[in-house]
Structure formats: C-alpha cells, structure tokens
C-alpha cells in the first residue's frame, strides 16, 4: 500500500484529498503547511509521494522543496504541486514530477499517481548464445 503525504494550508482541500485517497486505497497523512511537514517527516517513514500546495503561510512550497532536496533521506520523494496559479510553472524548473491546477482533476491525479508509482520497467535479458 502506497503512502501519500497532503500538504496544504485550506483545511478543506486536505480533508477532501485524504478522503477521496483513502479511499483509492492510498495511506495518507496531512500537514497545514511546510513547517509543519518538516516535523513529521522526521518522525515517520517516508511517504512515496508528496502533494504540495506552492502558496502557504509559514513556510510555503519553495522553500520546503529547498529544504527537502538538500535532505538525506527525503531528497528522492517524488513531488506534485497543487496549486491555482499554475501557467508560469513547469515541473522541471521547481524539480518536481508534476504541477497540477487546483481544483484538481481526480482522475489527472490518480493518472500522475499511477504513473509516479509504477514501477520501473524492467529491460529484457539479453539472449544467451544457446537461445539464439
């Protein structure tokens, strides 16, 4: 079972997303904003996924992103932005998988979750001599 961590500061967006992603069959935890994210990720093991709100108070989505790929540990977990003000953005510039406009599409997110989470293909063996 895969685990999923919410981030965002709009109490109702987090709850909504827990809701519909425990429902998926996901184990999802949440956190009001980037500070706060921090803190539980040294307590628990790591989530296989990252949703992030970009605008919060406290600590918002940059500086978190900043903080987590300098962190042993925490630097490889993959990451999608949830925001409203998306146009500006490309996931490669914020080293990101994914930048996603809210309100979000759930089935663009469970596609960009199915995709993120697959695992990787694996190449053929190359043919002994025998076999060819």
Known sequence: MH??????DDADTRMSLRDFL???GFIVHTAREGQHALH???KMDPPDVILLDYKMPVMDGKQFLSILRRTPGLH???VVILSAATREWSGAHLE????LSKPVD????L???SRILAPPAQSPEPASREQL
């Open 3 to 8: 685990s999923i961590l919410v981030i965002d």
């Open 22 to 24: 425990t429902g998926q």
């Open 40 to 42: 539980m990720l040294e």
């Open 76 to 78: 490889h977990i993959p």
């Open 96 to 99: 990101v998988e994914e930048v």
């Open 106 to 109: 759930l089935d663009v997110l």
């Open 111 to 113: 596609s960009s979750l």
